[in-house]
C-alpha cells in the first residue's frame, strides 16, 4: 500500500507545478529523485487526506524531527481502502503550518475517504484535514496540544489528590497520630473550590463542541433577498442556484465553511413567505425549523425592498424576537444583513435608520464583505469561545464525559456523611481525572500522607 501511495506522491511531485522529483523520507526505502517530500496523514469528519509538500532542504538545515517522526506514524490508512488522487490545480495550499517550519506549499492532497481514525490523534498538529483547519479550530487543538488543558486537569488531579491523601490519613491515622486540626475542613473547602471550577469548565463545553463540529449558521430572509448569492460569496463555490425569480431556493441547503477563521456549517434556506404552493411551503417550514436549531442566524433583506409586505413580514417574525429574546431567555445571535446596497443611492442616507444595528452588503460587488467576516468573527468568537483569548474548552466528547463523572463524584462526597464512602467518592473522582490526566495511583496518596503529616515515623 505504501508503495502506491508513494508512486502517487512522486506522481504528482513530478507533475508540470513540481520540477522537484521526490525520496521517500522517514521509512529508510528511497523513492526515486534526490529531493524530498514530506507529506502528514490528517483527518477530519468523515474523511481524512494526506498532504504533500516539498520541503524548503536548505543545506545545513535537515527536515524538523517532527515531520519525519509523523511520517514513521503514518498507520491509519489500510490496504483495503483506496486512494482518491485529487489532481491539480485542487491542491490544498499553503501548507504552511508553525511546527512544519520546512515544508513549503502543499504539492498534492490525497485524500482518503471514509476513514475511521480518530480525528484528535492527528488534527492539531498543525497537520488538520486539508478540508476543515479553520484558524480557531488550529489554534484549539494546538493549545490543547501544547498542554493548556492538560496543565489545568493537572492543577485539579494535585487538589483532588492531595484532599483525598489527606481524608485517607484522617482515617487511618486519625485518633493515634494526632493529625493537626482541620485536615477534614480544609479537603472539604478544596473539593468545593474544585467543583466550582469543574462546573465552570463544563458549561463551557457545548462552545467547545461547536469549535470542533462547526457553528449552525443560517442564511435566512425573505424571497429573493439575495441568501443564496450570500451563501455562495461566503463559501466561495456555487452551493446554491441563483436566480431573479422569486423561491427559487426550496430546501435547506447545507455546506461546510471558514467563516472569519471559525468552522461553520452554513445553511440556506427557502425564502419565508406565505400563501405559496405546497413544494415551496415545506421548504418555508424547514426554514423555520432550521432557524429554531441556528447557533447564528445571519437575516438578509433586499436594502431597496424594506418596505415590502415579506421584508416587513420577517422583522416582525424572525429579528425582533431574535433580538428581543425568546421566552424561555435564550435569545438568539442574529446578524442583520441589508443586501443590494449597490441598488441604493450612492451616498444617500441609511435606508432605515430605525432599524436595529445591520450591516450594508452587496454581494454583487462585494463591497461590505470585510464588514460582514468582521462581525461574523465576533459573533463566532462568542459562540465557540474564542482559542486565542478564553480558556481552553473541551472539544472532546471524551474530556467532557470524564470530567463531568469527576463532577458527579464530589457531588456524591460533599452529601454523604459516611467517611469511608466519601473517601471512596473522592478515589472515583480521582480515576475520572486520571483517565485524562494519567497517574493517581496509590504511590501518590502515600507519598502526599507521608509528606505532610507526621505519621509512621
Ligand atoms: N443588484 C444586486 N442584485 C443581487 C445582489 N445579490 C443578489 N442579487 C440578485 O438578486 C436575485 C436573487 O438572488 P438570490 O441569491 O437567488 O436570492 P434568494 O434570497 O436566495 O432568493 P430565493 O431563493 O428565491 O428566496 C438574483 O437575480 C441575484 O443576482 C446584490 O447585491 N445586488
Ligand atoms: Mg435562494
Redesign the pocket.
Known amino acids: 500500500m505504501w508503495r502506491g501511495l508513494w508512486t502517487l506522491v512522486a506522481r504528482a511531485a513530478r507533475g508540470p507545478r513540481s520540477p522537484r522529483p521526490c525520496t521517500r523520507q522517514g521509512s529508510g526505502v528511497p523513492v526515486p529523485g534526490s529531493g524530498a517530500t514530506i507529506f502528514a496523514l490528517s483527518s477530519g469528519h468523515g474523511r481524512c487526506g494526506i498532504r504533500c509538500g516539498i520541503p524548503d532542504l536548505k543545506p545545513d538545515s535537515p527536515p524538523s524531527a517532527n515531520v519525519l517522526r509523523l511520517i514513521g506514524s503514518c498507520r491509519f490508512l489500510t490496504p483495503s481502502r483506496s486512494l482518491l488522487h485529487v489532481p491539480p490545480p485542487r491542491f490544498r495550499t499553503p501548507l504552511s503550518t508553525p511546527r512544519l517550519p520546512h515544508v513549503l506549499p502543499g504539492l498534492a492532497v490525497l485524500c482518503y475517504p471514509e476513514a475511521q481514525t480518530d480525528p484528535s490523534r492527528w488534527s492539531g498538529r498543525g497537520l488538520n484535514h486539508p478540508h476543515a483547519q479553520p484558524m480557531a479550530q488550529r489554534r484549539q487543538a494546538l493549545r490543547q496540544l501544547d498542554g493548556e488543558l492538560g496543565h489545568l486537569c493537572h492543577g485539579w488531579a494535585r487538589t483532588l489528590t492531595k484532599a483525598l491523601a489527606h481524608v485517607e490519613a484522617y482515617i487511618d491515622f486519625g485518633e493515634d497520630d494526632n493529625l493537626e486540626e482541620g485536615v477534614l475542613e480544609q479537603a472539604n473547602s478544596e473539593v468545593r473550590e474544585l467543583q466550582l471550577a469543574l462546573g465552570a469548565h463544563l458549561r463551557d463545553a457545548r462552545r467547545g463542541q461547536r469549535l470542533r463540529s462547526g457553528a449552525h449558521v443560517v442564511v435566512a430572509?425573505?424571497?429573493?433577498?439575495?441568501?443564496?448569492?450570500?451563501v455562495?460569496l461566503l463559501s466561495r463555490k456555487p452551493v446554491?442556484?441563483?436566480?431573479?425569480?422569486?423561491?427559487?431556493?426550496r430546501d435547506v441547503l447545507e455546506t461546510p465553511v471558514d467563516l472569519a477563521g471559525f468552522p461553520a456549517l452554513l445553511s440556506?434556506t427557502?425564502?419565508l413567505r406565505e400563501g405559496a404552493g405546497p413544494v415551496e411551503q415545506e421548504g418555508v417550514r424547514r426554514a423555520r425549523e432550521r432557524l429554531e436549531q441556528a447557533d447564528l442566524i445571519l437575516a438578509?433583506l433586499?436594502a431597496s425592498d424594506l418596505a415590502s409586505p415579506s421584508s416587513c413580514n420577517f422583522l416582525d417574525t424572525v429579528v425582533a424576537p431574535a433580538g428581543a429574546g425568546s421566552p424561555n431567555g435564550n435569545s438568539q445571535r442574529l446578524l442583520l444583513v441589508l443586501?443590494?446596497?449597490?441598488?441604493l443611492p450612492p451616498g444617500g442616507p441609511d435606508p432605515s435608520p430605525n432599524l436595529r444595528p445591520h450591516l450594508l452588503?452587496?454581494?454583487?460587488?462585494g463591497e461590505g464583505l470585510d464588514g460582514l467576516l468582521e462581525a461574523l468573527r465576533k459573533e463566532l468568537a462568542e459562540v465557540c469561545g474564542d482559542p486565542s483569548t478564553g480558556p481552553p474548552v473541551l472539544t472532546r466528547a471524551r474530556h467532557q464525559h470524564h470530567l463531568q463523572g469527576c463532577l458527579d463524584a464530589l457531588g456524591h462526597y460533599t452529601q454523604t456523611k459516611d467517611l469511608a464512602l466519601a473517601a471512596e467518592a473522592l478515589r472515583l473522582a480521582r480515576g475520572h481525572l486520571a483517565r485524562i490526566t494519567g497517574g493517581g495511583g496509590t504511590e501518590e496518596i502515600l507519598d502526599i500522607i507521608f509528606r505532610d503529616f507526621c505519621v509512621g515515623k
Request: proline share 11%; with cysteine; charged share 15%.
Open positions: 430572509g425573505p424571497p429573493n433577498a439575495g441568501k443564496s448569492s450570500l455562495n446554491s442556484i441563483v436566480s431573479p425569480e422569486p423561491g427559487t431556493t440556506d427557502a425564502g438578509v433586499d443586501n443590494k446596497s449597490d441598488l452588503l452587496s454581494c454583487l460587488t
